[in-house]
């Protein structure tokens, strides 16, 4: 290892609070945190947690035999969608392939449904929220030819118990600057763990009926609720439940379904249209502090992306009114 590269990752061990690296051993699932690890940290030895725990097999949430349309399909009840929202999203996830990619353009689905673009980014975001990451990117895998299993980051057992796949860490020497890596690290998978086990604790807490099988559907938890109950910024916790899964009792979903981003997303272009209709000067950032405001936390680049949709939106309303 270089002095170049041995003096950051001494720098990272003696500074707790780097935020970069804090946010890889929130953020990343078990399986990437691991390669991660492996390849920045070569000096310490690492593992995931070993079969006896039942968290390390793979979980059958889907296979080579079921398309990203079946899977899709399965996940869409738990959005509680009306007759006719449901109607569209069947129609949207059947034109979508194998990585995620929508087929048809937005422009053809508003039309064929009468529906606003609005209403058709609000579906959109909703079949997001269940749905693997990357949809609507093309970004998908694990489906079609390249099918495979998935590794939950957390268990939910049938006493209701929840346990986390952990990641054990091993040091072996004398060497003082090396220690101090291990110990930062021990630090960081152990704060890792404690924020997935309390996110655990609280969907079951919200969720006990869902998961002994009495409902259909699972109670939402606000990403901003979730953040005060465990004195966590909002983006930590968002960082935490992306791309992860959990497998539960009643089947395995990625923890994104008991999490309200949907919820969330459903007020959100609403709010923004108002906020560019009054002031349609306003900046990408003045327009993040004013959603932060109302308790929908987004990156400014997120902002923008949304912005132009609702920017679409407003410039085909005055169109209308002009004509």
Same mark, same amino acid.
């Given at each position: ?87 569209? %999203?069947? #129609?949207?996830?059947?034109? =979508?392939?194998?990585?995620?990619? $929508?087929? /048809?353009?937005? &422009? *053809? @689905? ?36 390249? %099918?495979? #299993?998935?590794?939950?980051? =957390?268990?939910?057992?049938?006493? $209701?118990? /929840?346990?986390? &796949? *952990? @990641? ?43 998961? =002994? ?111």
């Amino acid at each position: 290892m270089g002095a170049r590269t041995m003096r950051l990752r001494l720098d990272l061990s003696r500074e707790f609070s780097n935020r970069e690296i804090f946010f890889k051993f929130v953020e990343l699932p078990t399986g990437e945190l691991l390669e991660f690890l492996k390849d920045s940290f070569p000096h310490v030895s690492l593992d995931a947690e070993d079969e006896e725990t039942g968290l390390s097999g793979t979980s059958r949430l889907r296979s080579g035999e079921k398309s990203l349309q079946e899977e899709l399909m399965e996940l869409i009840v738990l959005l509680r969608l009306d007759e006719e929202e449901e109607h569209i %999203a069947e #129609y949207i996830i059947y034109n =979508l392939d194998d990585s995620g990619k $929508l087929l /048809v353009e937005k &422009r *053809e @689905i508003c039309e064929k449904f009468s529906i606003t673009q609005e209403k058709l980014e609000n579906l959109i975001e909703a079949i997001k929220s269940v749905g693997p990451e990357g949809l609507f990117e093309g970004c998908v895998s694990g489906f079609g030819e390249s %099918a495979s #299993y998935v590794r939950p980051d =957390l268990v939910i057992r049938d006493d $209701l118990s /929840v346990q986390v &796949r *952990e @990641i054990a860490i091993y040091f072996g020497g004398f060497n003082k600057k090396i220690e101090k890596i291990f110990l930062y690290l021990n630090e960081l998978l152990q704060r890792r763990k404690e924020i997935l086990l309390s996110l655990g604790n609280m969907i079951v807490r919200k969720n006990v009926n869902f998961l =002994l099988g009495k409902s259909s559907y699972p109670n939402k938890i606000k990403l901003i609720d979730a953040a005060e109950e465990l004195e966590l910024h909002v983006s930590t916790v968002s960082r935490a439940v992306s791309a992860k899964y959990v497998k539960t009792p009643v089947g395995t979903f990625p923890m994104r379904v008991f999490f309200g981003r949907n919820v969330e997303v459903k007020f959100l272009l609403p709010l923004l249209c108002e906020l560019l209709r009054n002031n349609p000067n306003s900046t990408d950032e003045e327009l993040r502090r004013s959603l932060k405001e109302h308790g929908i936390e987004l990156s400014r680049r997120t902002v923008n992306k949304y912005r132009n949709i609702i920017g679409g939106i407003i410039h085909e309303e005055r169109s209308v009114s002009e004509r």
